[in-house]
């Protein structure tokens, strides 16, 4: 039988009745062209596709493996964890946790997997030297998968409520190593930094600084998503990181952002703001200005090498920018001589920034001088338990109110 081919409705003429054949079985449907059999033809039809061209058997199935539950489940990831058409940042993440159950327990029955399994798999990953956020973070996607197991009859519910027994692990209470949190930049270093900067780059930097919107949102900015209208513009991403949830994003720019970011609207409303292409043409055209020799007739007549791999794209990437900003701060405050080499790393380590910190900058000014809602709202917050992570509590009024009262 044809992959594509849906097996057919049929008339079982002895018999009067509606019949359709799925993996070699007969399945009597009612009364022949009745409403009931047509019904139950399209409800059997849908259950044998869903579960991939084969019906479930009756009951409760307990003789998967996990290796199997893994399988089907990577394939509903692939497909539902998706944003424009790539697939998301869950994506990786799953991978990774999906690896590690298999290669520890891949033919153990789910039936059999119990929370002292889950345990185990803390342990391994303690052992990995991984941070206790990671570890919790893959102990739930797992638990996910066997949720996703239960609404697929792949495993028995009691399996599932099993394991949402097992607690994640708790700050200073296990073994696990401990992540540093994530600081607010100083202004002096950001401005030390910027002249070191590619002209693009430093204005994508400068935007972020003054609007507190996340690094992929910078990215992606265009003109046909900026509401120039009023004194304070408004800008809506077409795609952020909390559009699943059915969330509108706005951010609001104001003057000096304003200012940045103007020239970079007169282009195609529907082209990138900041463009790699476009700061690879800025950097050639100022050494070009530089040049103290003058070009050879080969060199003049260069064509651009259309085969090169690494072509810059329409927009920069996560990556793209943060190492841009990474290079920018090894130039901004060079290692001292005469340091080895992992004192040098560790130098290195310790005077460089990244886009996020900008964001924790902003979110912390603003809650200073307008409180935490307005931060909540600043930051495009769901919830003002997010916000306090990145928003510094100001405990310099703490300070102040006790020099008064204490």
Request: with cysteine; aromatic share 8%; charged share 30%.
């Amino acid at each position: 039988m044809s992959r594509t081919r849906i097996p057919a409705y049929r008339h079982h003429k002895s018999s009067g009745r509606a019949v359709v054949t799925l993996n070699g079985k007969d399945h009597y449907l009612g009364p022949w062209n009745s409403a009931v059999s047509r019904f139950e033809y399209d409800r059997l039809i849908q259950e044998w596709l869903d579960n991939g061209r084969k019906l479930r058997s009756a009951g409760q199935p307990t003789d998967i493996t996990i290796t199997e539950l893994v399988c089907e489940f990577w394939k509903f990831a692939q497909g539902y964890y998706v944003k424009d058409e790539k697939p998301s940042g869950q994506i990786p993440g799953i991978k990774v946790a999906l690896r590690m159950i298999r290669q520890m327990y891949g033919r153990k029955l789910v039936s059999d997997f119990g929370p002292r399994c889950l345990e185990t798999l803390q342990q391994h990953m303690i052992g990995a030297n991984l941070s206790r956020r990671y570890i919790n973070d893959n102990i739930d996607r797992i638990r996910r998968m066997f949720k996703w197991g239960v609404s697929k009859e792949l495993v028995p519910v009691q399996v599932y409520q099993a394991l949402t027994t097992v607690p994640g692990l708790r700050k200073g209470r296990s073994d696990a190593r401990e992540l540093s949190p994530v600081k607010p930049v100083a202004e002096v270093t950001v401005n030390a930094t910027l002249p070191h900067l590619p002209p693009v780059v430093a204005d994508m930097v400068r935007v972020q600084q003054f609007t507190g919107c996340r690094p992929g949102e910078v990215r992606v900015i265009r003109p046909r998503d900026v509401d120039t209208a009023g004194d304070v513009w408004a800008y809506r991403p077409e795609s952020h990181k909390t559009d699943h949830l059915g969330l509108d994003r706005i951010i609001f720019i104001g003057p000096r952002a304003q200012r940045v970011l103007r020239p970079y609207l007169l282009r195609d409303s529907t082209s990138y703001c900041f463009s790699p292409a476009e700061s690879e043409r800025k950097r050639n055209a100022t050494r070009r200005e530089l040049r103290t020799t003058p070009l050879n007739p080969s060199q003049a007549n260069r064509r651009p090498n259309r085969n090169r791999k690494l072509s810059p794209g329409t927009h920069y990437t996560k990556d793209s920018y943060r190492k841009a900003i990474h290079r920018a701060c090894e130039r901004a405050f060079p290692a001292p001589d005469g340091l080895s080499r992992q004192e040098r790393m560790t130098w290195i380590n310790d005077h460089k920034w990244s886009p996020n910190q900008l964001r924790h900058s902003v979110a912390t000014e603003v809650r200073k001088r307008y409180g935490l809602e307005a931060s909540q709202v600043i930051l495009g917050h769901a919830s003002a338990d997010v916000t306090q992570i990145y928003a510094e509590r100001d405990y310099e009024l703490a300070r102040t109110i006790m020099r008064e009262v204490g």
